[in-house]
């Protein structure tokens, strides 16, 4: 397919991503982007009738456990073990004035 990336674009594209790129690292860009150019037109190029659009590669489904309770209201045997409680909450001494 050849696709051809001038040297304008590659300065853009350096310019956008705020990159110095040598003289050789220039020409490894085009190589790269025409590349990866010539691999889209590959996949563009595949019959896709009938295929469903994907958001993930991978199926995707709900890895976590319901979310029952267990261990019901322990409030008042917490409460017990408290040194103070008061109302339903814990005492604790006062930090500041």
Do not use: W
């Not at 979310?67 to 604790?92: I, Q, S, T, W, Y």
């Amino acid at each position: 397919m050849a696709n051809i990336i001038s040297d304008e674009t590659i300065e853009y594209v350096g310019i956008l991503a705020k990159l110095e790129l040598s003289e050789e690292e220039k020409e490894e860009a085009k190589k790269d982007m025409g590349s990866m150019l010539d691999y889209i037109d590959q996949m563009n190029a595949l019959d896709t009738e009938g295929v469903e659009p994907m958001s993930h590669v991978f199926l995707l489904e709900n890895v976590f456990r319901e979310d029952v309770v267990v261990n019901g209201d322990m409030r008042e045997a917490l409460l017990d073990g408290a040194p103070g409680a008061k109302d339903g909450m814990f005492m604790a001494p006062r930090t500041f004035d």
